[in-house]
């Protein structure tokens, strides 16, 4: 069964998949079952760099940058998108991103509490946790 929300990656051509809406059934792709992408929580150690989403507020807007440092931004190593959802995932918000762009997502949001995620193109799915909004 998937849900709302889970990533699956097909490890033969590269194709990701979010599920939109919960079901029974398996997801595949190229003939092989895509595999389930987890969600790293924190942060290892990779060369000095950060993953975990980190969120800050400044009035009514949040501000979702990627790891308490700089994330690289290189054609070959770099943040593929954003997102910051509400924990009953009703409401979600991408930002999809490019090699030489900062790594940065802000909204204006209404939500007592959000978790953010993104995802690297080579050190996978990092999630920040549920993050309240309203301190």
Not at 34 to 52: L, N, P
Not at 92 to 101: A, D, G, H, T
Request: overall charge negative; aromatic content about 6%.
């Amino acid at each position: 069964m998937t849900e709302k929300l889970e990533m699956y990656k097909c490890n033969i051509c590269g194709n990701l998949v979010e599920v939109v809406l919960s079901g029974k059934g398996e997801l595949v792709c190229c003939g092989e079952p895509m595999e389930k992408m987890f969600e790293k929580t924190q942060d290892e150690e990779m060369r000095g760099e950060k993953h975990v989403p980190v969120v800050s507020k400044n009035g009514d807007e949040l501000e979702i940058r990627v790891g308490s440092i700089p994330h690289p931004m290189e054609e070959n190593h770099y943040i593929q998108f954003i997102e910051i959802n509400s924990p009953d995932k009703r409401y979600v918000k991408r930002k999809y991103l490019y090699p030489n762009e900062e790594p940065v997502l802000k909204y204006k949001c209404n939500c007592a509490k959000v978790e953010a995620r993104e995802l690297c193109n080579v050190h996978g799915l990092w999630i920040s946790g549920e993050i309240d909004t309203e301190n």
